[in-house]
């Protein structure tokens, strides 16, 4: 199937692990996304990467760090991890700025 | 700096009548706008998008939206509402630089009741 997808699905942790995130998507899409979706559903974008080079990085802790082996790939990979780092992070991709992205399921991460 | 607004955070209908969920945008320049849907639990499915052609646009399942730039606004119908429309609806417009960043409105909720 081509799709974007995500894994975990789920991720539970401790404070203070580190924990990574994968994505891939297999439509050719040059641009991947990270964004978070807080508890009242707010989505704001964190990173992008288009073709492997980081053109978007919100204000975003440094503990969040991507990398981006290929262009099918983006990981999110989380350092010392925060109660407020629990939310649901999507994974999207897409060809160019007009066609709108395609979304991963998700990856709900509780942080305990 | 771009920005959407929803209107109603929460619109609750009856099975088989019309909906309508607002949205008002900002923007700068001629915008490229966007209406997805999430289900509980799913990631988020594009309905439609406008990209300064057509400014009726219709998309999936039955929804449109028609880009009105003297109101500045880009509201979704469905003539007939059906139980499965039940979702969290997100108005997002586009950053007009070759980032691709999108920015999302606060999402309406949508209840369809039977």
């Known amino acids: 199937d081509t799709a974007v997808s995500q894994t975990p699905k789920y991720l539970v942790t401790q404070m203070g692990n580190d924990k990574s995130i994968k994505c891939e998507q297999n439509?050719?899409?040059?641009?991947m996304y990270w964004y978070k979706q807080d508890s009242k559903k707010f989505l704001k974008i964190m990173f992008s990467y288009n073709n492997k080079e980081l053109i978007i990085n919100e204000t975003v802790p440094n503990r969040f760090s991507p990398k981006s082996p290929d262009k099918a790939h983006l990981n999110l990979h989380i350092n010392s991890l925060e109660l407020g780092d629990s939310a649901v992070y999507f994974c999207?991709?897409?060809?160019?700025?007009?066609?709108?992205?395609?979304f991963g399921s998700g990856t709900r991460l509780t942080v305990v | 700096a771009q920005s959407v607004t929803q209107l109603d955070s929460h619109v609750s209908v009856s099975e088989g009548t019309p909906v309508l969920l607002r949205c008002n945008y900002s923007?700068?320049?001629?915008?490229?706008l966007f209406w997805y849907v999430q289900h509980p639990n799913k990631g988020l499915q594009l309905l439609l998008k406008?990209?300064?052609?057509?400014?009726l646009v219709k998309g999936i399942n039955g929804f449109e939206a028609e880009f009105k730039k003297s109101e500045t606004s880009f509201h979704l119908t469905k003539p007939s509402a059906h139980m499965s429309d039940a979702a969290e609806y997100f108005c997002v417009v586009s950053e007009p630089s070759n980032t691709g960043k999108l920015i999302f409105g606060q999402g309406t909720t949508l209840q369809v009741k039977p």
């Open positions: 439509l050719g899409h040059d641009t």
């Open positions: 406008y990209t300064s052609a057509a400014t």
């Open positions: 999207a991709s897409s060809p160019s700025i007009a066609d709108g992205y395609t």
């Open positions: 923007s700068s320049y001629s915008p490229s």
